[in-house]
């Protein structure tokens, strides 16, 4: 199972932007790379899943570089209400598994 | 859609006692997971079921065992509580893809908290 990294915690101010890093260096030719998002007392959620190159949807962007070793999550303008904490996962079908994952803080 | 649903919301017990945790999904998923979340740590997951009739062990499935006799329900049991079965346990859903070698987006329900003295 790829193992991820990514910074325990972050802090940030509305309005910026925001850039997680993960990185998956063991990452299997086949595995999708996806992120969620918890909010405390919730059961998480998923934001959005690459393989290669760039997604982008209504709430983030996902950039995936060629050699898919790494991906950054990109939350523009982010609000009070994107404090949380944001899971990368690598792998296939089956084989997901949730790190510790980074805890947003977006102050005021 | 009342989408992934757990009961109960929260449960004490007695160590050695047993009991059973309740997922309901109403969107046809094929799908079904249980994972527990300790303080301050990821999800880790304990079963899944890939269809009606089917499970299957996760990461850590010790101590726990579980039943899909209806596509829509997914129990997880404990037979013997333990102290270290204290946490917070998550059901998730997910329908089955074409793509099978993706793993499609899992839907969680709010979460069953236990604690276990």
């Known amino acids: 199972l790829a193992k991820t990294t990514q910074p325990i915690s972050m802090d940030s101010y509305e309005g910026q932007e925001v850039n997680i890093t993960c990185s998956h260096n063991?990452?299997?030719?086949?595995?999708?790379i996806t992120w969620y998002q918890q909010f405390p007392s919730q059961g998480p959620r998923f934001i959005i899943q690459?393989?290669?190159t760039k997604v982008t949807n209504e709430v983030a962007s996902l950039f995936i570089p060629a050699d898919r070793k790494s991906s950054t999550l990109s939350l523009p303008r982010v609000s009070l209400s994107d404090t949380a904490v944001y899971y990368c996962l690598v792998g296939g079908f089956q084989k997901l598994v949730f790190g510790t994952g980074t805890r947003l803080l977006v102050s005021p | 859609n009342a989408g992934v649903t757990q009961t109960p919301k929260f449960r004490v017990l007695k160590t050695g006692q047993s009991m059973t945790l309740l997922c309901a999904q109403d969107m046809n998923h094929e799908y079904m997971y249980w994972y527990r979340q300790d303080p301050g740590m990821g999800l880790r997951l304990i079963h899944y079921s890939v269809g009606e009739g089917t499970t299957a062990k996760g990461e850590v499935p010790d101590g726990y065992n579980v039943s899909r006799l209806k596509k829509q329900n997914f129990l997880l049991g404990l037979e013997s509580a333990a102290p270290s079965q204290t946490s917070v346990y998550f059901c998730?859903?997910?329908?089955?893809?074409?793509?099978?070698?993706?793993?499609?987006?899992?839907?969680f329900g709010p979460g069953t908290r236990l604690l276990v003295l």
């Open positions: 998730a859903s997910s329908y089955l893809s074409p793509r099978k070698e993706v793993e499609e987006t899992q839907y």
């Open positions: 690459g393989y290669k």
């Open positions: 063991n990452i299997a030719t086949n595995d999708y």
